[in-house]
């Protein structure tokens, strides 16, 4: 890590040499062999290879020779790394010295390389056998009562290992089934369907060579989902306006050196997109009444919108009443400039809609999603070449996940074909999502918290109420494949399982075997590892779960060991189960590109409950869930360009330009006026939620940078524990990560953390 931290503007290109610098650079730190990585990187995303572990974008049939990007790469490094964490380390650290350690510098210690248990004596991990671990697994979970433990999934684990987790579950006895959705795409999963009755995406990747207009909301492609540059960069050589609405610039959208993707940007607000989209909604409208009396085009897909959809005429009405004052004051854009992004809609006949968490986490983060529908919905842009919308999900694997039966919601379980596959009575219940099994944490009433993947202390709301409730938790189960907080915030009990990652070989009793994902397109592939494990003594997720299973349960109906042995009866049993959408499963897995599951809007098929596609009219136009007030500012967490999630690869956001350190806030010199700053100024940022907990994070550096006045930008995961369990988004309960009320204290009582700091 740089000593003293730099702050410069970018102005180079997302793809292109800056990226493929970065990644030697991070190669070689990381000690991964040369021919090992050149080997591996060449089957990224290959229909006879591995799927990548960073993020869900689509994976195209006609790959690129390198069909990776620099944060793939990057993922992939991290997880061949060289280096192994085993009781040789623990016996020099104990839990209490590591807690102090940033997370950068726990998890580039490299890979957890066998099963160990908490020592109180010693505070340290310690070696257990694996039938032991699972063994005192099992007597602990017996003894508890089961709706007080949370079965926690990242959106990391195979379709195979998905369903088996989800089935352990219930047959256990819960529905406690919360995954990284839960702070994801779950705003989309319950916007979606009440709108167009699906819970995910409709476009495809042919989708991108077919349309007119791309409009991006929310979402930083150039470090996210950086390969979906190559379709944004394909479709404006054709023209296509592509058009962007966030409160920062991502960076340049941009592959060579001077090809700008990017057509047209739009600074809204944090939480401002209600407010935004409506007014482009008006704005069609009004095109539309002007066209109509002029005896021009319609702007209004009128046929569209008579036969497939529900509830215009109230929407029309609601446009209409709402003035262009408030739609201004709210999104912080000018009436000229919302008219001319809906004049470019308006002449494109096909117009595709992505969007990302800039949406979703608010606290209207569902209305977000219904109202982006409206908008394609109005111009029929729903069901045909061309078109479509786009959640782009954030985990390799977190829509199949829930495709396979990890959710907490049992209207959204196939409860009656596990009650007829596995003769139990499936638990009836809802389950806990993330706010809620954080709460119950808090509260005391979840005991018993099994982590399959991600890092979950971090990555939820209220760090720091959540970690000093977990020590109380009476049993941890993590499996991982590197050491993160949440291992060492632990529960009475507590164990550590490492776990294969997805490029290694996966040799079971039938010989090696391959797992299954599900991309942001709804296509899914086959995923085969070929790397030598990081040790003889990792098991697989599948292997891990059955002997927790088989440890647990009463023998009963599932052949969990038949099903360790091959997993292409895991994929029999998923098929079974879901047979329309899973039908020929283990033949079609290894089509290039991946085999679409069925998607009823497509094909302009509405599963609402009107039978229609539904237009939706919003309440209220600020999305925040609170009030403006003087001293209030709007704090977006987000990701910078090294990290993935919690895991940070190192301390250099190249495309903000912000080298050397994490902790920084970024607003802009209005603000940093308005509130007597100075740049470079150590502050202190403080909760103004209103529920009388303080909450803070400290010491953190002001960096000037174009964002709307009153909102402020710091990263995830280190500002969560200003953010309340309680400031979630309505009904999906995401948490609205993107909109946290905070006030500054220019007077940082911090002790000046130049570099990184742990909570
Ligand atoms: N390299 C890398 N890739 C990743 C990840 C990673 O951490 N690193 N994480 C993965 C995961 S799990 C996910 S979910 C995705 C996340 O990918 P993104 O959805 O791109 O997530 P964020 O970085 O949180 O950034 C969200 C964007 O929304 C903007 N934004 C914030 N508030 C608002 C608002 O009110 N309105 C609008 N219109 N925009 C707003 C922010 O400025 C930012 O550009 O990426 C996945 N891919
Ligand atoms: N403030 C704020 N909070 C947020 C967000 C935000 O934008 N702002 N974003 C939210 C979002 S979108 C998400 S998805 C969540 C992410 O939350 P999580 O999914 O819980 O977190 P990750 O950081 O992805 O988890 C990283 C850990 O996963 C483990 N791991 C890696 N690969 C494997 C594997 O193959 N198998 C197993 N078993 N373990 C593995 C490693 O031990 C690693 O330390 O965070 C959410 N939290
Ligand atoms: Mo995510």
């Avoid at 529908?373 to 479509?388: D, E, P, T, V, Y």
């Avoid at 939820?460 to 499996?479: H, N, S």
Wanted: glycine residues 8%; hydrophobic residues 35%; aromatic residues 8%.
């Amino acid at each position: 890590m740089a000593s003293s931290p730099t702050f410069k503007p970018y102005r180079r290109p997302a793809g292109g040499w800056g990226s493929v610098r970065s990644l030697f650079r991070f190669g070689t730190g990381r000690h991964v062999p040369e021919l090992e990585a050149v080997r591996q990187l060449r089957r990224h995303n290959k229909a006879d290879g591995y799927m990548c572990v960073s993020c869900a974008w689509a994976k195209p049939k006609d790959p690129h020779r390198f069909e990776f990007c620099e944060n793939g790469a990057k993922a992939t490094f991290w997880e061949l790394d060289q280096g192994r964490v085993g009781a040789d380390f623990f016996a020099s650290h104990t839990v209490s010295e590591l807690l102090q350690w940033p997370d950068f510098d726990l998890e580039r210690r490299g890979r957890l390389t066998e099963p160990l248990r908490y020592d109180h004596d010693s505070d340290r991990y310690v070696p257990i056998r694996w039938d032991e671990a699972f063994a005192l697994i099992g007597r602990e979970l017996r003894a508890l009562d089961p709706e007080s433990v949370v079965f926690y999934t990242s959106g990391r684990a195979s379709n195979e290992a998905s369903y088996m987790y989800a089935l352990l579950a219930r047959l256990y006895g819960n529905n406690n089934l919360p995954d990284s959705s839960n702070m994801c795409h779950e705003s989309t999963s319950v916007g979606l369907p009440r709108s167009i009755g699906v819970p995910v995406g409709t476009v495809r990747l042919e989708d991108f060579e077919e349309t007119d207009c791309i409009l991006s909301f929310g979402q930083n492609v150039g470090t996210n989902s950086p390969r979906m540059l190559h379709q944004l960069q394909e479709a404006s050589e054709r023209g296509v306006p592509i058009l962007t609405f966030n409160p920062q610039e991502p960076v340049p959208m941009v592959t060579g050196s001077s090809t700008r993707i990017s057509s047209d940007y739009y600074q809204v607000k944090a939480g401002g997109d209600l407010a935004l989209l409506q007014g482009l909604c008006k704005a069609l409208l009004e095109a539309d009444d002007a066209a109509l009396r002029d005896g021009r085009e319609r702007i209004l897909d009128t046929a569209f919108i008579a036969e497939h959809t529900h509830g215009f005429d109230a929407f029309a009405a609601s446009l209409r009443a709402t003035g262009w004052d408030e739609i201004e004051h709210e999104s912080g854009l000018a009436r000229e400039r919302l008219d001319q992004a809906a004049s470019v809609y308006a002449r494109a006949r096909s117009c595709m809609l992505l969007y990302g968490m800039g949406m979703t986490q608010h606290h209207r983060g569902v209305d977000n999603v219904r109202m982006l529908c409206n908008l394609m919905l109005m111009r029929g842009n729903i069901g045909r070449k061309g078109a479509g919308i786009c959640p782009v999900r954030g985990h390799s694997n977190v829509q199949g996940q829930r495709t396979v039966g990890v959710t907490e919601k049992t209207e959204l379980a196939p409860i009656d074909k596990l009650k007829e596959l596995y003769r139990f009575e499936p638990p009836c219940k809802n389950g806990l999502d993330t706010v809620e099994a954080v709460k119950g944490v808090i509260d005391g009433s979840v005991r018993a918290f099994v982590g399959l993947g991600g890092n979950f202390v971090r990555a939820a709301p209220d760090t720091r109420r959540l970690e000093q409730a977990w020590r109380r938790l009476r049993l941890t189960v993590q499996v991982a494949t590197k050491l993160n907080r949440s291992h060492l915030v632990r529960g009475q009990v507590a164990l550590l399982l490492p776990c294969l990652g997805r490029l290694e070989r996966d040799r079971q009793a039938s010989g090696d075997q391959i797992v299954t994902m599900e991309d942001s397109t709804a296509c899914i592939h086959a995923s085969f590892g070929t790397h030598e494990p990081a040790s003889p003594d990792l098991m697989s997720e599948p292997a891990i779960i059955a002997g927790i299973a088989q440890a647990t349960l009463e023998r009963g109906e599932v052949p969990w060991r038949e099903w360790v042995a091959d997993y292409g009866k895991v994929r029999e049993a998923i098929e079974a189960t879901y047979p329309d959408d899973f039908k020929d499963y283990s033949r079609r897995m290894r089509q290039p590109g991946g085999f679409p599951r069925p998607l009823a809007a497509r094909e302009r098929r509405w599963s609402t409950e009107s039978g229609k596609a539904e237009f939706f009219v919003p309440e209220i136009l600020n999305g925040t869930g609170f009030e403006d007030a003087e001293h209030r500012l709007r704090l977006i967490t987000l990701r910078s360009n090294d990290q993935f999630n919690t895991t940070i690869y190192g301390y250099r956001d190249r495309f903000r330009g912000i080298e050397g350190t994490r902790r920084v806030v970024l607003m802009c010199k209005r603000d940093i006026e308005r509130l007597r700053l100075q740049e470079g100024q150590l502050v202190d940022l403080l909760s103004d939620h209103e529920d009388g907990i303080e909450r803070e994070v400290g010491g953190l550096r002001v960096v000037s940078y174009d964002v709307p006045p009153g909102c402020i930008v710091g990263y995830y995961p280190e500002c969560n524990p200003l953010l309340s369990v309680e400031h979630h988004a309505i009904d999906s309960h995401v948490p609205a990560t993107k909109s946290i009320p905070v006030r500054v204290r220019g007077e940082s009582r911090a002790q000046a953390p130049a570099g990184p700091a742990p909570v």
